[in-house]
């Protein structure tokens, strides 16, 4: 991945980690490696009681290249590496208190200065 794909990635997750944290859920773990599968959970949060997976894809508004909207980038094979991340989290990390469980996905499409200029939050996506 290029660097400037990185920032793009992070810029959007700290877009969504402020936004919900402004909404009161509370951020348990950003970039979430773990040892027994490959990849990484963008954010892990509580919303009243519920503990949230939380994928965040984020695109530059004006791409003419790649899916029409960022959230069809979670597509079948990534909600699957996804799961396999969450439960080897969920079996490799100190669990906070919880009451549900759930995976969301945040979309983003970045305005040239940075700022969202679309936003989609799609809750129990899968």
Not at 12 to 22: I, K, M, N, P, Q
Not at 26 to 40: F, K, L, P, Y
Not at 46 to 75: H, Q, S, Y
């Amino acid at each position: 991945m290029t660097e400037a794909r990185q920032q793009l990635g992070r810029r959007g997750e700290d877009l969504v980690a402020s936004r919900l944290t402004a909404e009161g859920w509370r951020i348990v773990a950003r970039n979430c490696r773990v040892s027994a599968v490959r990849g990484e959970l963008d954010l892990v949060a509580i919303d009243r009681g519920t503990l949230v997976f939380v994928e965040v894809k984020t695109m530059r508004a004006g791409t003419r290249f790649g899916p029409e909207t960022p959230a069809a980038m979670v597509g079948p094979r990534k909600r699957a590496k996804l799961r396999a991340l969450v439960g080897a989290w969920l079996r490799e990390s100190e669990v906070p208190a919880h009451n549900g469980i759930r995976c969301d996905v945040v979309a983003l499409r970045l305005g040239p200065n940075g700022s969202p200029v679309e936003w989609t939050h799609i809750r129990a996506a899968f």
